[in-house]
């Protein structure tokens, strides 16, 4: 299995509702990473786990909260979202990012109304 | 800080052409790699090719290879033999740090319309 799958494809949500994003992959990778990316930009860095520790962009609002309940899973849990939120969010791995890049996912196209 | 440009924002190619985009980068490392990656409107990104920076000898992946120019810190890549498939956007990436954890920093991207 050499893919990031990532679900679901599509959401939307209104700026009230809990939802969560989840991404998966099985390739022993020990990198997970959540951008974002709003149309016709690069993606932005939202959030690293790596070898069990989490960095935070301190940019992304505490609306975002990722977990990871195990090295082959990483969620993102959205609550309270605001119409700006809405975006294509992407789930990356890596098992050495200097030499081997990324994995990317098919992404998650959230739509906040 | 590690930063990349790609100072073309869109280009345009006539299938079975070729066509060079362009990036830059800075980094005071000396051993690193760097990677294109394509992003067609399936939005899923894709690694093109990656080149690593002590190898003298520029990447190629089939019609895709780079222009290595290591002392210009210049990373550009050209695409042979255009196919309407090979339109996207392209990012060119370089891994840098974020609070000593690693990530991928892009430029802004390149559009390119390949025209039949």
């Known amino acids: 299995d050499t893919e990031v799958t990532q679900t679901p494809k599509h959401l939307v949500m209104g700026m009230t509702n809990k939802k969560s994003l989840k991404c998966e992959q099985h390739?022993?990778?020990?990198?997970m990473y959540w951008y974002k990316q709003k149309a016709k930009k690069p993606p932005e860095l939202m959030f690293v786990?790596?070898?069990?520790?989490?960095?935070i962009n301190e940019s992304v609002p505490s609306r975002f909260s990722p977990e990871c309940p195990n090295s082959s899973l990483l969620n993102l849990h959205l609550h309270a979202l605001q119409p700006e939120d809405s975006a294509l969010y992407l789930c990356?791995?890596?098992?050495?990012?200097?030499?081997?890049?990324?994995?990317f996912g098919s992404g998650t196209r959230l739509t906040v109304v | 800080a590690q930063t990349v440009t790609q100072s073309q924002p869109e280009m345009s190619v006539q299938e079975a052409e070729t066509v060079t985009l362009s990036c830059t980068y800075d980094t005071s490392e000396s051993d690193y790699y760097l990677f294109w990656y394509k992003q067609p409107p399936s939005r899923q990104m894709i690694l093109v090719i990656r080149q690593e920076a002590y190898k003298q000898q520029n990447a190629t992946e089939n019609r895709f290879s780079v222009n290595f120019q290591k002392a210009a810190k210049s990373f550009s890549l050209k695409i042979s033999d255009s196919q309407l498939g090979d339109a996207a956007m392209y990012f060119c990436?370089?891994?840098?740090?974020?609070?000593?954890?690693?990530?991928?920093?892009f430029g802004k991207g390149t559009k390119l319309t390949v025209n039949p």
């Open positions: 990356a791995s890596s098992p050495t990012l200097r030499s081997s890049g990324y994995t």
């Open positions: 990436a370089y891994p840098g740090d974020q609070g000593g954890s690693e990530k991928l920093v």
């Open positions: 786990y790596s070898y069990e520790k989490l960095s």
């Open positions: 390739m022993g990778h020990r990198a």
